[in-house]
């Protein structure tokens, strides 16, 4: 009777049993590290180089640009997932970003690179990846089995952390060693070589309505053509399903609603740590790549390590939430009142484990509360509404690094999320919404709780985990 658990007990991990998801998931590794990696590495080049005299909001500019696609296009982004095949969709996406990042490899490596050409080589990538992050989340019942739901839930989950860890680390290092050019030649490499992996695995066809058992001419038949269907990426027909929109999903979710709130605010203080860092580095520390390089692992190494303890945290997610925004506070408070590079690396491994453990334990929450039917336009829309805020945290805090000491922003950042925290621990309706479905206020919140074998993958972190893709 134990034969049967010791067997599976021993299956090897799901990267190595499942081929098409594992080429997928190679496929999300090199996406996001390689828009990590531009991200990086231009807000390094724009505040050493290329815009010295303002690089603040030069460097605060370009991270909101970099945001604005997954903001604007969500509705966009929504018809899209819904309509088209996803691996048409995610290899598009990632050959679109390929060829705009080639392009500008060509031109820095031609002549000199004018600022404007990096924000728009940024606008086109954030435009591919606003699609290829989405869809990638509601594809993984087409690539795994039921059974194997919760294990890709998880691989997609720690992939964020680990190409934000790979990404962040290489991009300053690469712009010090080979420039702009060298930057975005990498990128392009790595942007091909998804595309071609997602080229090679095989999805799987949505399940038929249910009717007559076809034979097996038929079935051969219907299989070519959905097939060719999908390699010349046009549309295949997807099941009806009821679909309502943001405003009704929302409504009748109202413990989301407020969470959703609570992190927006929040996010308007902690994704400024992506304009913070290389002006901290450039007028405090004195620093170069290699500093900057440092810093982004820290806070990588430390969101990685959240994602993959952040399940066994005990507490409800509201108490962890708030827990963690204000440990975030504490540890973000620290560069601005030490200046010291062990110190503040500390420091931003703290913040990154409490973002890996609340993306982790929301994450679970959302695909527990939110129903199938709505999950595409929920996850496409969430990540609009909690980057919504980006464009104006970079603007607000790259204005303010050519005004006042980075030391200073540290400070208005750890004073910001104070208010956050405390509106996530008084947040009514959470009696014990980590129970599971139907429990208590979760279920009255959500309406009704998608039943245990409904398809579901990752969404985006409620926080910037990862930073802006």
């Not at 998931?25 to 303002?54: E, H, K, N, P």
């Not at 392009?188 to 095989?202: D, G, M, N, Q, V």
Request: some cysteine; overall charge neutral; glycine content about 10%.
């Amino acid at each position: 009777m134990t034969a049967p658990t010791a067997a599976a007990g021993s299956r090897p991990p799901l990267v190595l049993r499942n081929r098409t998801f594992a080429a997928v998931w190679l496929g999300q590794v090199f996406t996001q590290a390689a828009v990590r990696m531009f991200q990086v590495g231009i807000s390094w080049w724009l505040v050493s180089d290329a815009a010295s005299g303002a690089g603040g909001f030069a460097a605060g500019l370009f991270m909101a640009v970099s945001t604005l696609p997954a903001v604007v296009l969500a509705p966009l982004v929504a018809h899209a997932i819904a309509r088209f095949a996803h691996r048409s969709l995610l290899r598009t996406a990632a050959g679109g970003a390929g060829a705009a990042a080639a392009a500008l490899a060509v031109w820095a490596g031609a002549s000199d690179l004018p600022v404007a050409a990096a924000y728009a080589a940024a606008l086109a990538l954030a435009t591919c990846q606003a699609f290829f992050d989405p869809c990638l989340t509601t594809s993984v019942p087409e690539l795994v089995d039921d059974e194997d739901i919760e294990a890709a839930t998880g691989f997609e989950l720690s992939t964020q952390s680990l190409a934000s860890l790979g990404g962040a680390l290489l991009g300053a290092l690469v712009v010090d060693a080979a420039g702009v050019a060298g930057l975005a030649a990498g990128c392009a490499a790595a942007y091909a070589t998804a595309a071609l992996l997602i080229t090679a695995a095989r999805f799987r066809t949505a399940a038929p309505a249910p009717g007559p058992a076809p034979d097996a001419a038929d079935a051969g038949a219907a299989e070519a053509a959905d097939d060719a269907a999908d390699d010349a990426g046009q549309a295949v027909a997807q099941p009806p399903a009821p679909r309502r929109n943001l405003r009704r999903i929302l409504g009748s979710l109202p413990y989301v609603r407020g969470i959703l709130l609570c992190f927006t605010a929040a996010n308007l203080f902690t994704t400024a740590v992506f304009v913070v860092m290389p002006l901290y580095t450039a007028s405090v520390l004195h620093g170069d790549g290699a500093t900057v390089a440092l810093l982004e692992a820290s806070l990588g190494a430390g969101t990685l390590v959240g994602s993959f303890t952040g399940a066994r945290v005990p507490g409800r997610p509201a108490v962890v939430g708030t827990a963690c925004l204000g440990t975030m506070a504490a540890a973000l408070a620290v560069p601005g009142l030490i200046a010291a590079r062990p110190v503040i690396a500390g420091a931003l491994l703290v913040t990154g484990w409490c973002v890996g453990v609340i993306g982790v334990r929301f994450v679970a929450l959302f695909q527990r509360l939110v129903p199938a039917a709505d999950k595409p336009a929920f996850f496409a829309v969430m990540q609009a509404v909690l980057g919504a805020t980006f464009p104006v945290a970079s603007l607000l805090f790259g204005f303010l690094g050519d005004h006042l000491c980075a030391q200073t922003l540290c400070l208005v950042q750890a004073a910001g999320l104070v208010p956050a925290a405390l509106a996530l621990a008084l947040l009514p309706g959470h009696a014990d919404p980590a129970a599971g479905p139907g429990s208590g206020a979760a279920g009255q919140d959500c309406g009704h709780v998608p039943a245990a074998g409904a398809p579901s993958g990752p969404a985006p972190a409620p926080t910037a985990a990862g930073g802006p893709r």
